[in-house]
């Protein structure tokens, strides 16, 4: 019933930013907590970020604190992901989800957008 569209990704030089947005779209819900994660080619998907329903309870990996923020604009429906100095291990497809609890594993969520890829050259 939730619909979850990523966009923003491309092409991007080491230590540059790109900010992905996440916009959903379905039948009129409660707002819910939503996650970042990304998956990269021969590895396993990885959690990256989350964000509560209000926005009051924010969680990051390691790998990107200090240089990635998740926000979330809930009278647009919409998350963002700000990605600054940015690395080439950062190189993935970076998928937002849906659920009900604030959780960095991914089978926790229920709902998942289609993907964008983000590319960074050295």
């Known amino acids: 019933q939730v619909q979850l569209v990523e966009s923003g990704g491309g092409l991007v030089q080491a230590g540059g930013s790109v900010r992905l947005s996440c916009a959903a779209s379905?039948?009129?819900?409660?707002?819910?907590?939503m996650g970042w994660f990304r998956q990269a080619p021969g590895k396993e998907r990885e959690f990256v970020a989350t964000i509560s329903r209000s926005g009051d309870y924010i969680y990051y990996a390691d790998s990107v604190k200090g240089r990635f923020t998740v926000s979330r604009d809930n009278a647009k429906n919409t998350v963002y992901l700000q990605m600054n100095g940015l690395k080439p291990e950062d190189t993935a497809v970076y998928y937002c989800?849906?659920?009900?609890?604030?959780?960095?594993?991914?089978?926790?969520?229920?709902?998942w957008g289609q993907g964008t890829q983000v590319t960074v050259s050295s």
């Open positions: 989800a849906a659920g009900i609890l604030v959780d960095t594993n991914s089978r926790k969520y229920d709902y």
């Open positions: 379905g039948p009129p819900r409660s707002r819910y907590t």
